[in-house]
């Protein structure tokens, strides 16, 4: 009883984790997105950006909504450290390294944006795109070619994790379709809105300094403008910005460095067995222990179908147990789900979720390597565990 109530909480808690993860990495997207959306309107003009931003990027400026902004970069960046920390391996696919290496830059990229806005927000400055942008052109181009890159590496990391979260789910395969254009679309657009109201800025930048001191927007009325004037310029603690965003931007960096060098030690002392592997007649391949059966298959370049890399959620991954030395560790609730869902025979395991104990393990793929859900679906009952008719 005590073991399964053991089991319950473990799964109960990797639900919570999983749904805290993908929750949060979705606003944080929508938060980019949202920030992208804004900048594409450079094509049109400033001005056009800074109607639009009480809608979009100054949504994320509020007392709730940049609570929920702060909260879920912490959750992401933790729970992204703590997914690091757990793994047996990393050596993985080139799409799950460019979201690990891009989940690492999150933080200290995104911290000079979010924390700076939302202290000069606290500061009562409201910082409009025709400041942002003769900011990032004309003052500080580093800061803005720092903003470019900040938005390239959270986009691909948001867009790594969202296609492989969906490319797990088989009824949003045809979702996909429309977001691939779309995820390349739209930071192009926006880079191009950059560069257009950059451009603008560069042309007001070379007229006369008189008539930049004594330029005023064109729907400006008189009586805006005099109450412009007359409003005091809010105290800014610049200094103060500056060491909060340095104090995030290393501490974030001192904190992957610790985590990578934390999971180092949790690998080497960590006893573990020989495993030999052998699947559709290719092997034996040597593996540990300590390592699950598709990360042993990687480990010898072998390519093994898995669609949701390694989290145990499409089941592509799953094989069937022909053969095996030492007995396999019982599935997990999480586990048991998925091959229930996928209709598995009863020698099926899945192979991103079963470490085996050592000896000799031979096994069959139920998926070819280059498995889709476009695909028909391959699986079969196995002839030893049909139902007589």
Request: proline letters at 7%; one cysteine or more.
């Amino acid at each position: 009883m005590q073991t399964t109530q053991t089991k319950g909480a473990g799964y109960n808690a990797g639900l919570i984790i999983r749904a805290a993860r993908i929750t949060s990495g979705l606003y944080l997207l929508a938060y980019v997105t949202s920030h992208l959306i804004n900048l594409s309107l450079g094509l049109i003009s400033i001005q056009a950006m800074d109607i639009a931003r009480p809608y979009l990027t100054g949504t994320w400026t509020g007392p709730v909504m940049g609570q929920l902004l702060s909260l879920s970069l912490l959750v992401h960046f933790a729970l992204g450290l703590w997914a690091i920390y757990k793994r047996p391996t990393l050596r993985t696919s080139l799409q799950d390294g460019v979201q690990l290496v891009t989940g690492l830059l999150v933080v200290p990229l995104l911290a000079t944006h979010a924390i700076g806005i939302s202290m000069l927000d606290g500061f009562g400055v409201d910082f409009s795109f025709n400041q942002t942008i003769r900011l990032f052109w004309l003052s500080q181009p580093t800061l803005g070619l720092v903003q470019v890159v900040m938005l390239a590496v959270v986009w691909v990391h948001g867009c790594a994790g969202l296609f492989t979260w969906l490319r797990s789910k088989e009824n949003a395969r045809n979702i996909l379709g429309w977001l691939y254009p779309l995820a390349v679309a739209v930071p192009v657009v926006a880079l191009l809105g950059y560069a257009e109201a950059g451009r603008a800025v560069l042309t007001q930048a070379e007229a006369p300094k008189v008539e930049q001191a004594y330029e005023v927007p064109r729907q400006t009325t008189e009586n805006q403008q005099a109450a412009y004037t007359a409003t005091p310029a809010p105290v800014v603690d610049y200094a103060l910005i500056k060491q909060v965003t340095r104090t995030v931007i290393w501490g974030s960096i001192v904190l992957g460095i610790l985590t990578v060098l934390a999971r180092w030690v949790r690998v080497s002392v960590i006893k573990s067995e020989r495993v030999s592997l052998i699947r559709d007649g290719v092997g034996p391949m040597p593996s540990t222990s300590a390592l699950t059966m598709l990360d042993g298959f990687r480990q010898n370049d072998q390519s093994h179908a898995s669609l949701c890399e390694g989290r145990g959620r499409c089941g592509t991954c799953a094989v069937r147990i022909l053969q095996s030395e030492f007995p396999l560790p019982p599935p997990s609730p999480l586990e048991a789900r998925t091959l229930l869902r996928i209709n598995a025979p009863e020698n099926a395991r899945l192979a991103c979720q079963v470490m085996p104990a050592g000896g000799r393990v031979e096994t069959a793929p139920m998926y070819p390597a280059d498995y889709s859900f476009h695909d028909d679906k391959p699986v079969l009952p196995d002839p030893a565990f049909e139902v007589p008719t």
